[in-house]
C-alpha cells in the first residue's frame, strides 16, 4: 500500500455537499480515505483494517471511534448539485458498513461508485478536484475542511454568492453560533485565516451582502498571492525593495509572476537579479512573458561581468593549481547546483541546499554536501 503522503485522491465536487448530520475532521477524512481505497480497488466496497484507517486519518487505535465515524456517515445525507447549483440528486455517503472478521466492510452507493470509477477519464473537468489527504490534516478547525473541499471545487472558476443559510447548512451550524456575530467569527473568519495560512497559490476573502441591516449573502472572493512564497529570512529586504518598485512600471505589474521569481531566486546570484529588476524598472512598453525578459536581463549582467583570461608567459607552478582547483570546483558546484534545482525536494528545503552551497570553499566540503543530498 502506498505511503500516507502519497495518497491522492480525485473526488467529484458532488460529494462536498454534505448535510443533515454533524461533522468532524476525523469523519470527512475517514471517508476520504475510504474513497480513496475504492478508487485503487475499483470497487464499490472494500474490506478494510482498521489499523489502516487509524494511521491514515492520523488518530490512535481507538476502533469504537472509527465505527462512530463509519455510523455518522452512513447517515449523512448528500444533496448532489452540478456546476451551476442546482439540485440533480441524493443519496447517502456510505450504503453500508459492518464489523467482520478482517475488520470492516464499507460499501457506497451505485452515484458515487460510477463517479470514482470514471475519476481517470474526468479528472481534468470540473467536477474533480485533487484533495491530498496528508494536507487535510495540517487543518484544526472542521470548518477549515469543509470550506477547503468547497474553494477547490470552484478553483478555475468564480465562487458562486451563497445564502447565509445555506453557508450555515453544509457547516452543521444552523441551530449553532445565532447570533451572525458570533458565526462569523468562529466559522468564517477562522477558517479563512487558517487556509489563508495554509494556501500557497489563492488567498480568500468574504464580502456581506445585506437585505436593510440583516446579512443574507456571503461572496467569497478569490485572489492570487503576488507575495513569493519564500521563506522570509531567506529573502532579503533589498531584494523585496526591488520587486516593489520594479512593479512600480505597468508594464511589469500586468506580467509579474511570483513562481517565475521564485525559481529566478534559486537559479541566480540576488545581486544580478536585483540589477535585472532595476533595468526591467526603465522599461518603457509592452511585456510579453515576465519570465523570459527578466532572465534575458539578468544573463546579459552575468556575461558582462566574465572577462578573457590575459595570456601571460610564465605562470608559477602554485598560481597554476590554483587556478586548476578553483575552475574544478566552479564546474562541480554548477553540477550541484543543477541537481539541486531538480530534485524533487520541497522549495523552502531546495533553497537552504542553495544557501549551503553558496558558502562551500573546497571540493571536500561539496562531497559532503553531495552526499547530504543523495542520503
Same mark, same amino acid.
Given at each position: 500500500?502506498?505511503?500516507?503522503?502519497?495518497?491522492?485522491?480525485?473526488?467529484?465536487?458532488?460529494?462536498?455537499?454534505?448535510?443533515?448530520?454533524?461533522?468532524?475532521?476525523?469523519?470527512?477524512?475517514?471517508?476520504?480515505?475510504?474513497?480513496?481505497?475504492?478508487?485503487? #480497488? /475499483?470497487?464499490?466496497?472494500? %474490506? =478494510?483494517? *482498521?489499523? !489502516? &484507517?487509524?494511521?491514515?486519518? +492520523?488518530?490512535?487505535?481507538? @476502533?469504537?471511534?472509527?465505527?462512530?465515524?463509519?455510523?455518522?456517515?452512513?447517515?449523512?445525507?448528500?444533496?448532489?448539485?452540478?456546476?451551476?447549483?442546482?439540485?440533480?440528486?441524493?443519496?447517502?455517503?456510505?450504503?453500508?458498513?459492518?464489523?467482520?472478521?478482517?475488520?470492516?466492510?464499507?460499501?457506497?452507493?451505485?452515484?458515487?461508485?460510477?463517479?470514482?470509477?470514471?475519476?481517470?477519464?474526468?479528472?481534468?473537468?470540473?467536477?474533480?478536484?485533487?484533495?491530498?489527504?496528508?494536507?487535510?490534516?495540517?487543518?484544526?478547525?472542521?470548518?477549515?475542511?469543509?470550506?477547503?473541499?468547497?474553494?477547490?471545487?470552484? #478553483? /478555475?472558476?468564480?465562487?458562486? %454568492? =451563497?445564502? *447565509?443559510? !445555506? &453557508?450555515?447548512?453544509?457547516? +452543521?451550524?444552523?441551530?449553532? @453560533?445565532?447570533?451572525?456575530?458570533?458565526?462569523?467569527?468562529?466559522?468564517?473568519?477562522?477558517?479563512?485565516?487558517?487556509?489563508?495560512?495554509?494556501?500557497?497559490?489563492?488567498?480568500?476573502?468574504?464580502?456581506?451582502?445585506?437585505?436593510?441591516?440583516?446579512?443574507?449573502?456571503?461572496?467569497?472572493?478569490?485572489?492570487?498571492?503576488?507575495?513569493?512564497?519564500?521563506?522570509?529570512?531567506?529573502?532579503?529586504?533589498?531584494?523585496?525593495?526591488?520587486?516593489?518598485?520594479?512593479?512600480?512600471?505597468?508594464?511589469?505589474?500586468?506580467?509579474?509572476?511570483?513562481?517565475?521569481?521564485?525559481?529566478?531566486?534559486?537559479?541566480?546570484?540576488?545581486?544580478?537579479?536585483?540589477?535585472?529588476?532595476?533595468?526591467?524598472?526603465?522599461?518603457?512598453?509592452?511585456?510579453?512573458?515576465?519570465?523570459?525578459?527578466?532572465?534575458?536581463?539578468?544573463?546579459?549582467?552575468?556575461?558582462?561581468?566574465?572577462?578573457?583570461?590575459?595570456?601571460?608567459?610564465?605562470?608559477?607552478?602554485?598560481?597554476?593549481?590554483?587556478?586548476?582547483?578553483?575552475?574544478?570546483?566552479?564546474?562541480?558546484?554548477?553540477?550541484?547546483?543543477?541537481?539541486?534545482?531538480?530534485?524533487?525536494?520541497?522549495?523552502?528545503?531546495?533553497?537552504?541546499?542553495?544557501?549551503?552551497?553558496?558558502?562551500?570553499?573546497?571540493?571536500?566540503?561539496?562531497?559532503?554536501?553531495?552526499?547530504?543530498?543523495?542520503?
Amino acid at each position: 500500500m502506498k505511503k500516507l503522503k502519497d495518497l491522492t485522491q480525485f473526488k467529484p465536487n458532488q460529494l462536498i455537499e454534505i448535510k443533515g448530520a454533524p461533522l468532524t475532521t476525523q469523519g470527512l477524512l475517514t471517508y476520504d480515505f475510504i474513497l480513496h481505497r475504492l478508487q485503487q #480497488e /475499483k470497487e464499490d466496497s472494500i %474490506i =478494510l483494517s *482498521l489499523a !489502516e &484507517i487509524t494511521k491514515a486519518v +492520523g488518530i490512535e487505535r481507538n @476502533y469504537e471511534e472509527i465505527y462512530h465515524y463509519l455510523d455518522s456517515l452512513q447517515r449523512i445525507r448528500i444533496e448532489s448539485k452540478d456546476a451551476k447549483g442546482k439540485l440533480w440528486g441524493a443519496f447517502n455517503l456510505l450504503s453500508e458498513y459492518r464489523k467482520c472478521e478482517d475488520g470492516v466492510f464499507v460499501a457506497v452507493p451505485p452515484t458515487i461508485y460510477k463517479a470514482l470509477k470514471t475519476q481517470d477519464d474526468n479528472k481534468d473537468s470540473l467536477y474533480y478536484t485533487t484533495i491530498k489527504l496528508l494536507e487535510k490534516r495540517v487543518f484544526r478547525c472542521v470548518y477549515s475542511l469543509i470550506f477547503y473541499d468547497l474553494f477547490k471545487k470552484y #478553483e /478555475k472558476i468564480n465562487i458562486p %454568492i =451563497l445564502d *447565509l443559510d !445555506e &453557508i450555515r447548512e453544509f457547516t +452543521g451550524t444552523t441551530d449553532k @453560533y445565532p447570533e451572525y456575530k458570533a458565526f462569523k467569527v468562529h466559522v468564517l473568519k477562522k477558517a479563512l485565516a487558517e487556509l489563508n495560512g495554509f494556501e500557497r497559490q489563492y488567498k480568500y476573502d468574504f464580502e456581506e451582502i445585506k437585505i436593510a441591516r440583516r446579512v443574507h449573502k456571503i461572496k467569497f472572493i478569490k485572489s492570487e498571492k503576488n507575495l513569493i512564497d519564500i521563506p522570509e529570512n531567506l529573502i532579503s529586504e533589498k531584494l523585496e525593495k526591488a520587486i516593489l518598485k520594479a512593479r512600480k512600471n505597468r508594464f511589469v505589474d500586468e506580467v509579474y509572476s511570483a513562481k517565475a521569481m521564485e525559481k529566478l531566486i534559486l537559479k541566480y546570484n540576488e545581486e544580478d537579479i536585483i540589477k535585472g529588476l532595476n533595468e526591467l524598472y526603465k522599461y518603457n512598453s509592452e511585456i510579453d512573458n515576465f519570465s523570459k525578459i527578466l532572465n534575458s536581463k539578468i544573463k546579459e549582467i552575468v556575461d558582462s561581468k566574465k572577462v578573457k583570461p590575459k595570456k601571460e608567459a610564465v605562470k608559477v607552478a602554485k598560481q597554476k593549481v590554483e587556478v586548476l582547483e578553483k575552475s574544478e570546483l566552479d564546474l562541480e558546484k554548477e553540477k550541484l547546483s543543477i541537481l539541486i534545482f531538480k530534485i524533487d525536494l520541497p522549495t523552502r528545503e531546495r533553497i537552504m541546499l542553495f544557501g549551503e552551497l553558496s558558502v562551500v570553499e573546497d571540493l571536500e566540503s561539496l562531497e559532503k554536501l553531495r552526499d547530504k543530498i543523495k542520503s
